[in-house]
Structures are given as C-alpha cells and as structure tokens.
C-alpha cells in the first residue's frame, strides 16, 4: 500500500534552514509528480511545492518563492524541501503528497521561533 514518511522537522530559528524528506513506497514513485503541502493551526492546508515526475518543471507557492527549494531522487524515492530564510509564519505541519494519489502521511512539524 502507499506509504509516504515524512522526517527532518524541527525547531528552529527565524532566518534558519531545514531539509525535510519523504521516503515513498507502495507506488511507482519515478512516475509521479510530487508535492509539499503544509497546514499551520488553525488554516486550512496550503500546496507549497511541486516536482515534475522527472524533476522539471518545478513550482512554488509565492509564499515560499525563492526561499525553498523541492528536489527529488528517484532512485531513493524520496522527495526534498530545502527550506531557507525561515520565518515564523513558516510554522507549520509539512506533509508530502503524490498527485492524483488520495493519501496523506503524518507529516513533520515545523517550528520557527525564537
């Protein structure tokens, strides 16, 4: 069954960076298109990132342009958000996603503060 495990969340300072991960499994990883959504308390869930099955094209929410960077390995089937220049309102629970696969994992927390 499809299974996506996300990891790399933390604590960390406003200007900081963190490198999530998504270890997928259960589907053909390298023929999908990935995303990086995210859900602060109390907001709806909010599409961060996506990456083209092959890496190209790539898109990002203008909320998190220039700062983050999504990346993909297939021969790992894992998905990467590099996350710079963190700010608080960056908080959040960060969760990966296949496109067109209705399945969400547990996500890693994110926390910007000082």
């Known amino acids: 069954q499809v299974q996506l495990v996300e990891s790399g969340g933390g604590l960390v300072q406003p200007g900081g960076s963190l490198r999530l991960s998504c270890a997928a499994s259960?589907?053909?990883?390298?023929?999908?298109?990935m995303d990086w959504h995210r859900q602060a308390p109390g907001k709806e869930r909010e599409w961060v990132a996506r990456?083209?099955?092959?890496?190209?094209?790539?898109y990002y929410s203008d909320s998190v342009k220039g700062r983050f960077t999504i990346t993909r390995d297939n021969a790992k089937n894992t998905v990467y958000l590099q996350m710079n220049s963190l700010k608080p309102e960056d908080s959040a629970v960060y969760y990966c996603?296949?496109?067109?696969?209705?399945?969400w994992g547990q996500g890693t927390q994110v926390t910007v503060s000082s």
């Open positions: 996603k296949a496109v067109l696969i209705n399945y």
């Open positions: 990456i083209s099955y092959d890496g190209n094209p790539i």
């Open positions: 259960g589907f053909t990883f390298s023929t999908y298109s």
